[in-house]
């Protein structure tokens, strides 16, 4: 018998306070699109589930939810509360990647070059964190 789980990414998700903005600025900074809509009543949330190939991410609008506090929307600052952070893709290239988000006018919260590695973190349009790592 083995304890080995046979375990793959199925999505992400993100609260955001409104659904039609946060569904346009994946689908223009991220290339992502909508896969299916549905409502998930007892939360009062109305969902989308993006897709972008293999990488899904669910979007909740959900009435009267509270905003992103603004120390969770800086990666130093994060990391002092405990919880999920944020998702992260492999990118090939961060430089390209950042002249690509520079001309979609992402809000870019945070740039690393360092020996251990390059990345980057963006803003969505309700400040939730993005991590994007050159391999």
Known sequence: MTNKLNLSFHHGG???????????????VLGYCVEARFEIPPANAKVAMMVNGELRFEIFEVTNSNPVPEERKHPQTDLKTQGNKHVAFRI?????????MAEKQADVALIVREAFGKSCFIRDCAGNLIEFVEE
């Open 14 to 28: 993100v609260c955001v306070p409104d659904l039609e903005e946060a569904i346009a600025w994946y689908q223009h």
């Open 92 to 100: 090939p290239d961060l430089e390209a990647f950042l002249q690509i």
